[in-house]
């Protein structure tokens, strides 16, 4: 079993930044792949940016290029936000998976997730 907790969502003007971060607990992770998703009101629950480690790569969602950034130390994975925008509100959540074909196909199939945390809240203000 893992237990995902994550923070660091808030509110934030329109070019603000912010980092989430996600802590693992409970099995060992270091192989496990890890994303970020996020849900808008109304949305569907969308990838926002994956890594593979047992491959190496590294989806990131053409909506966030250049603006967002996914990093991993030891248990706790972590998501620099910069130049936020509003349509960037929503809840986002970290997941972790045991093993995942890619990066990219963590990221286009939530459905597959092994492991979620409950979410933290970030809103851009335009």
């Known amino acids: 079993q893992v237990q995902l907790v994550e923070s660091g969502g808030g509110l934030v003007q329109t070019g603000g930044s912010l980092r989430l971060s996600c802590a693992a607990s409970?099995?060992?992770?270091?192989?496990?792949?890890n994303g970020w998703f996020r849900q808008a009101p109304g949305k569907e629950r969308e990838g926002v940016s994956c890594?593979?480690?047992?491959?190496?790569t590294t989806f990131v969602a053409d909506s966030v290029q250049e603006r967002f950034t996914i990093s991993r130390d030891k248990n706790t994975v972590y998501l620099q936000m910069n130049n936020l925008k509003p349509e960037d509100t929503g809840v986002y959540f970290c997941?972790?998976?045991?093993?995942?074909?890619?990066?990219?196909?963590?990221?286009?199939?939530?459905?597959?997730?092994?492991?979620w945390g409950h979410g933290t809240q970030v809103t851009v203000s335009s």
């Open positions: 997941a972790t998976s045991t093993w995942v074909p890619t990066a990219r196909s963590m990221c286009m199939n939530p459905g597959d997730i092994h492991y």
């Open positions: 409970g099995d060992t992770v270091a192989y496990y792949a």
């Open positions: 890594f593979n480690p047992r491959d190496g």
